[in-house]
């Protein structure tokens, strides 16, 4: 036995994100405009996270259903219409909307004020979905409907033609 202190190997701890108010990539897709504050590279895929503001009288997309993932919406600023199936729902500041897997969804900003929203998925490589839409429109024209469906099914989405 030797009388050297036993040394132990320095724990990793894990790294901590911050992200302040002008940080993180903008995703611009049309009258929407996302700040992806977490893409789920800090959480091992597990969580998401964006801002987005969406302009007065935004269309949402179509109404679709996700097979792997849970969207959450809290509603930070305005009112966000959330179509549920057949229903509607007018959500204001303060309100959160969570969808799980399965649920016919979309949203939309029918007021005259901006509307600001944090999102959540998870797990996180939904955020992918959006960077990709953006490529898709890039060149200022709308993708087809096959180039959004395709674009959707690679993210386990798909239209709930069902409420279309």
Do not use: C, W
Not at 22 to 46: K, P, Y
């Amino acid at each position: 036995m030797t009388d050297e202190p036993k040394t132990r190997e320095p724990k990793a701890d894990p790294a901590v994100s911050v992200v302040g108010p002008d940080d993180g990539e903008t995703i611009l897709l049309g009258t929407t405009r996302m700040r992806v504050l977490e893409d789920g590279s800090n959480t091992g895929r597990r969580l998401g996270v964006a801002e987005s503001v969406l302009a007065p009288h935004t269309p949402g997309p179509p109404q679709h259903r996700h097979a792997r993932h849970d969207e959450g919406f809290y509603i930070i600023t305005g009112t966000v219409r959330f179509i549920v199936g057949e229903n509607d729902y007018d959500a204001t500041a303060g309100t959160l909307v969570m969808v799980p897997p399965g649920a016919p969804h979309t949203f939309a900003n029918v007021s005259d004020q901006p509307a600001v929203m944090l999102s959540t998925f998870t797990p996180g490589l939904y955020v992918q979905y959006f960077r990709d839409l953006q490529d898709m429109t890039a060149g200022g024209q709308a993708p087809t409907p096959q180039a959004s469906i395709k674009t959707m099914s690679r993210y386990a989405t798909e239209p709930a033609t069902d409420f279309a």
